[in-house]
């Protein structure tokens, strides 16, 4: 069965730097998203991303964070200068239509 | 803003037993999902409803859109199933984003 797949699974960096979070969507599916999760809380919704653009952002997703689907195949978030506080759990998902979303397994980041 | 919340927070039950685990929503939706995350923290998707009931093994989702409420049932608890189990919601179109609620621990006890 086909799945999402999301690398690393875990990245510890410092705060200041930057980081490439990597996911590589189900291949004919066309809406991918990313979420996160501090630890304990629960899932928040970062960003959607359509037809090669960005379709909504939510208030976390500021001018530190970007996305870009390079080639067609893979799905990546970006933040520019890490904090503390962006330490969670981050999902990647994708979907192909008006169906569920597949998430991929997550990959932990840790600022310190 | 959607809100979500689920009942209970935590449940713990003995194998065999039936579960129900329920979530409501503040405004209307396209359609709602069921997941499910284990420690180590991947997501499952189980459910996607917009209407009426699902089953899949041991597993039922229902959903009623006018009082803005689903739940989740599982028949025959088995300790496989302790997970946190997480009702999320979306609407409006086909690229919708989904909100979250906190979950629900399940244990089941063998």
């Known amino acids: 069965e086909p799945e999402v797949t999301q690398t690393p699974s875990h990245q510890v960096t410092q705060m200041g730097q930057e980081v490439i979070l990597r996911c590589v969507p189900i291949?004919?599916?066309?809406?991918f998203y990313w979420y996160r999760q501090i630890l304990g809380q629960k899932v928040e919704f970062l960003v959607s991303?359509?037809?090669?653009?960005?379709?909504?952002k939510s208030e976390i997703f500021d001018d530190q964070f970007s996305v870009e689907r390079p080639d067609g195949s893979n799905f990546t978030l970006k933040i520019r200068s890490t904090k503390l506080e962006d330490s969670a759990m981050y999902f990647c998902?994708?979907?192909?239509?008006?169906?569920?979303?597949?998430f991929g397994p997550g990959t932990r980041l840790t600022v310190t | 803003k959607n809100e979500v919340e689920q009942s209970p927070q935590n449940l713990t039950a003995q194998e065999g037993e039936f579960i129900t685990i329920n979530c409501s929503y503040s405004?209307?939706?396209?359609?709602l999902h069921w997941l499910q995350q284990h420690p180590g923290g991947g997501i499952v998707s189980l459910f996607m409803l917009s209407s009426g009931k699902k089953k899949h093994g041991r597993l039922i989702a229902t959903i009623n859109i006018q009082e803005k409420h689903s739940s989740l049932h599982i028949t025959a608890s088995h300790p496989r199933d302790s997970a946190v189990y997480i009702c999320?919601?979306?609407?409006?179109?086909?690229?919708?984003?989904?909100?979250f609620g906190k979950g629900t621990l399940l244990t089941v006890n063998p």
């Open positions: 405004v209307g939706i396209s359609a």
């Open positions: 998902a994708s979907k192909y239509g008006y169906y569920e979303q597949y």
């Open positions: 991303f359509y037809n090669n653009e960005i379709s909504e």
């Open positions: 999320a919601v979306g609407g409006g179109g086909s690229n919708y984003k989904l909100t």
């Open positions: 291949s004919n599916h066309l809406y």
